[in-house]
């Protein structure tokens, strides 16, 4: 009943979430996208629903890294196919699966060059994502993510631009996407979103603006959110595109065990699409709430003020990038030793 209501208001719901079991779930109780990560990608396989795939690809002679990325394709590829009745439907605007490119290429340790990195998201974009209909291909925005994006979207790859923080970041995301799309013989089917993480920001200002009164404190996330969906709204109204360029809220699960589960899924409602992750959902599901529009209410003037007086927007950016890359490949390295674990141990079963 609750999302029930939170897409009647105008939402798009998608899921946090790859694993077979929670896309058939959410796909009966509404859900119409998905997207992927390495995490996701590493919960999946411990739960052993891969392993007969896994077996496959060891015993053909496959390494580590290969395996990972065609296990994601084919999880990815599976989920397409549950929303791809969707997207018929939609015409291409709703029914999507993110499929996120190779994260240690913004590894500290391990990164190549910058246009090393350019020439790989490129490489990479055009390897999983064309003729994958229903796919987006998730692209960071980060300096060599946002010199990939023209190429890509000209290539007719489209795209879910990731770990957006700010203003500056989205501007620039937007604008080299549509470049490209100007690029294509037509606009009939170009599609990119922009995910703009919520709870991450309220975190960041926890800790690091605790000088926030209480009205502004745990509301700047959202209030980013709600300028930059505000700010998409603006910039795509006029450009004719035939399908929606729209906003992803993301990192919507609240932090804060004090918080309402539904603390940002309830001030983000009525438009655009939120991925929620199951935990999310299923919570929401149990408030048995009705939700109203609510992403175009900001709140008072004088919090806005409050806030844009003493919140450092390029401070905030650069510190929520820098965790936000290292949340991005460490991950992807784990995955790799899960992989490798799960080579000896399926040696060792034998």
Excluded at 27 to 36: K, L, M, N, V, Y
Excluded at 184 to 211: C, G, M, N
Excluded at 276 to 300: G, I
Aim: net charge neutral.
């Amino acid at each position: 009943m609750s999302l029930q209501s939170l897409i009647a208001a105008g939402t798009k719901l998608w899921l946090d979430s790859v694993d077979p079991v929670e896309v058939q779930k959410n796909f009966a109780i509404g859900a119409t996208g998905a997207t992927s990560n390495p995490i996701i990608i590493s919960d999946i396989i411990k739960t052993g629903q891969c392993d007969a795939a896994i077996q496959k690809l060891i015993a053909a002679g496959i390494g580590d890294e290969a395996i990972a990325w065609q296990v994601t394709d084919q999880l990815v590829s599976d989920a397409q196919n549950v929303f791809r009745p969707i997207w018929d439907k939609a015409k291409g605007n709703d029914g999507y699966v993110s499929f996120e490119l190779d994260p240690l290429l913004e590894d500290r340790q391990l990164a190549p060059p910058h246009a090393d990195r350019v020439k790989r998201y490129i490489e990479l974009g055009k390897q999983w994502g064309l003729g994958r209909h229903n796919r987006l291909i998730k692209v960071p925005a980060t300096p060599a993510g946002f010199d990939a994006l023209e190429e890509l979207a000209a290539a007719g790859i489209n795209l879910n631009v990731t770990l957006i923080f700010s203003e500056r970041q989205y501007k620039l995301a937007r604008e080299a996407c549509w470049r490209g799309a100007q690029r294509r013989p037509s606009l009939a089917q170009f599609k990119s979103v922009y995910s703009i993480f919520v709870s991450r920001v309220d975190v960041y200002t926890e800790k690091q603006v605790p000088q926030l009164s209480p009205a502004a404190q745990g509301q700047v996330g959202i209030v980013n959110a709600q300028r930059l969906w505000l700010l998409n709204q603006d910039f795509w109204k006029t450009k004719g595109c035939p399908l929606q360029q729209e906003i992803i809220f993301a990192s919507t699960g609240t932090k804060k065990k004090e918080d309402p589960a539904d603390k940002y899924v309830a001030a983000l409602a009525g438009s655009d699409i939120q991925t929620n992750p199951p935990a999310t959902n299923d919570a929401v599901e149990k408030m048995q709430k009705q939700y109203r529009r609510a992403v175009d209410k900001l709140p008072a003037q004088a919090v806005l003020d409050e806030i844009d007086r003493l919140v450092d927007a390029q401070k905030l950016e650069t510190q929520l990038m820098d965790e936000g890359t290292a949340k991005f490949a460490d991950p992807h390295k784990a995955l790799l030793k899960l992989i490798s674990e799960k080579r000896n141990a399926l040696a060792q079963s034998r």
